[in-house]
């Protein structure tokens, strides 16, 4: 039996059934290192990037600590971002098939408190929440700790570069000191080492490489000039045609600048920074994971959490100042053993970040040069799908079901026409195949879903 089997562990035969369903069938460097002592209740600090299978890590061990006849929230998973919560909060649903009645509940900013109070009225076994919207529920008494047993601090380094130190403080003091307390970060700044020393017992260190990764990814710097770089850019997406690529810029100003300039050259492309509003900021999310843009500009803050399959290029726009962000950020294409590449475009003004790069990696850089770009004039980058908004979501009863019998019948579409479905509270998001969406929104108007007129437009 490989020990890095997850039937290699102590877990329910229900529970290992519902992960061979699920496709889990060999652990993650980080699952083998950390899942043994996560579920022998001990403290662990575990260096893990995004995509590294943390979810699961640290999942399958709290589900195993739920009492479901215990009606008192016993787990508790903190984020940086309402994206992050809600990405943990669907992987641990999934995880959770294999038992009845576990109640999940995610409480982040940005939503309304009167829906996030009337779920609260029934405790729920485990919450994803954000810090600033836990502090809210734990002021008003909405949400107890008394019988936490296991608290989770996930993308650690992130929550503290946004400033949620005291925040973080503020919560774990509602929680009893001989909780479990599973610590994950990116990266380990020194502010990393003091938050693991006041809030955890002699954690188990657990350092995931990514080495793992890197031959999967083709990497290519280009050096450049300021007033080129924008030029530069365009040729590279040009150049590699790519179906969904991350453009990343250290500063809002700039992640800015660079969509508009993408935008006016015809380009399928949005932005993600930290100055959209959460709607705003769903919508970029969903477009993008559902292939009705193929170009995300991003700052490393927002786009912490993105979790995208088949991510075939990102690019850093500029260089990130820490080379460990540097490692995180390409670490998004070339998953699961898929070909990634990843394109650097530095100004001599950068070279003191590559000598940093160089030294961390252990390696010289592979410089490429523009002239090597193929420029085919022609060639746009538009989006195979469109995103359909309908306004009726999981409120109104609403299964992404219901929606594609809809498309399917009146609206004629066949289901290959027909791409990913989220769904919302009062909203849902649809992918039609670009050519048939003016159809789908036409039938969709003079239809029904479910027996209920709802209404719908494209987004573009």
Not at 117 to 127: G, K, N, R, T
Not at 227 to 244: D, G, K, T, Y
Not at 335 to 343: D, H, I, K, S, Y
């Amino acid at each position: 039996m490989s020990t890095t089997s997850f039937s290699s562990l102590a877990l329910p035969a229900e529970q290992l059934s519902n992960l061979d369903e699920l496709g889990y069938s060999e652990m993650t460097p980080v699952q083998a290192a950390a899942l043994p002592a996560v579920l022998s209740g001990v403290d662990v600090r575990a260096k893990a990037k995004t995509g590294s299978g943390k979810t699961a890590a640290f999942g399958i061990g709290l589900l195993n600590r739920i009492v479901v006849s215990d009606f008192t929230t016993q787990a508790l998973v903190l984020c940086p971002m309402r994206e992050l919560a809600d990405q943990v909060s669907k992987e641990l649903r999934r995880l959770a098939r294999f038992t009845q009645n576990i109640k999940i509940l995610t409480l982040c900013g940005g939503q309304p408190m009167g829906p996030q109070l009337d779920s609260l009225v029934h405790a729920p076994h485990i919450v994803v929440g954000t810090p600033g919207r836990l502090q809210e529920h734990l002021r008003k008494q909405s949400l107890l700790l008394d019988n936490l047993n296991v608290l989770v601090l996930d993308e650690a380094d992130r929550m503290l570069d946004m400033g949620f130190s005291d925040a973080i403080d503020d919560v774990i003091s509602y929680t009893s000191p001989e909780r479990q307390t599973l610590l994950f970060s990116a990266t380990y700044p020194q502010e990393i080492e003091q938050i693991s020393a006041r809030v955890q017992r002699e954690p188990l260190r657990v350092d995931v490489t990514d080495d793992e990764v890197a031959p999967a990814i083709e990497q290519h710097f280009y050096e450049t000039t300021a007033q080129q770089r924008l030029p530069l850019l365009v040729a590279v997406l040009n150049h590699h045609q790519p179906r969904s690529s991350v453009v990343f810029c250290n500063t809002k100003r700039d992640c800015q600048s660079v969509f508009e300039t993408l935008e006016a050259r015809g380009i399928s492309v949005l932005a993600l920074h930290g100055d959209l509003e959460q709607r705003d900021r769903d919508q970029v999310l969903v477009r993008f994971a559902n292939h009705s843009c193929r170009v995300l500009v991003a700052t490393d803050v927002a786009a912490r959490g993105l979790d995208i399959k088949d991510l075939e290029l990102v690019v850093n726009f500029e260089l990130a100042f820490d080379p460990e962000v540097h490692v995180h950020r390409i670490g998004r294409t070339g998953r699961a053993g898929q070909q990634g590449v990843a394109v650097s475009l530095c100004t001599p003004q950068e070279m003191a970040r590559v000598n940093l790069l160089e030294d961390m990696l252990g390696m010289k850089v592979q410089w490429a040069s523009a002239g090597s770009l193929t420029r085919n004039a022609e060639a746009m980058l538009e989006p195979e799908m469109m995103t359909l908004c309908i306004d009726g979501g999981k409120k109104a009863k609403i299964r992404p079901g219901d929606i594609l019998g809809a498309l399917t019948g009146d609206a004629g579409l066949t289901a290959a026409e027909v791409g990913k479905i989220d769904m919302f509270p009062v909203h849902a998001y649809v992918a039609i195949r670009k050519a048939s969406a003016k159809r789908a929104l036409q039938q969709l108007l003079k239809g029904k879903i479910k027996g209920k007129s709802c209404k719908a437009r494209l987004l573009k």
